[in-house]
Nanobody
């Protein structure tokens, strides 16, 4: 049931990277899902909230640069990150089934490192 992230890596500032989250069929079809990130020494931050059957919202820090999309056949929630900044360096986590601040299922995270 735990979501699973993939696709992290190293990229230069200004570049793009996509991370993906695969979830169980139940979670993908019935649950709100979200992308969070945690930078070294900082608190976990909500990046994007995907409301089941509804809207997607983004934090101010990524709005206009990051885009979330659903790949239904793969049960995947993709996070396309464009115009990356060094401040985007963090471990990115996928979460499912819950609401902002309180999700039941968490992935192990994938590291994204943006260098200048």
């Amino acid at each position: 049931v735990r979501p699973e992230e993939s696709g992290g890596g190293d990229v230069q500032a200004g570049g793009s990277l996509k991370v993906s989250c695969t979830a169980s069929q139940y979670a993908f079809d019935n649950c709100h899902m979200a992308w969070y990130r945690q930078a070294p020494g900082k608190e976990r931050e909500l990046v994007s909230l995907v409301v089941v059957g509804g809207s997607t919202t983004y934090s101010e820090s990524v709005k206009g640069r990051f885009v979330v999309s659903r790949d239904n056949p793969k049960r995947a929630l993709d996070l396309q990150m464009n115009n990356l900044k060094t401040t985007d360096t963090a471990v990115y986590y996928c979460a499912a089934c819950g609401s902002e601040g309180q999700f039941t299922f968490w992935g192990r995270g994938t590291q994204v490192t943006v260098s200048s």
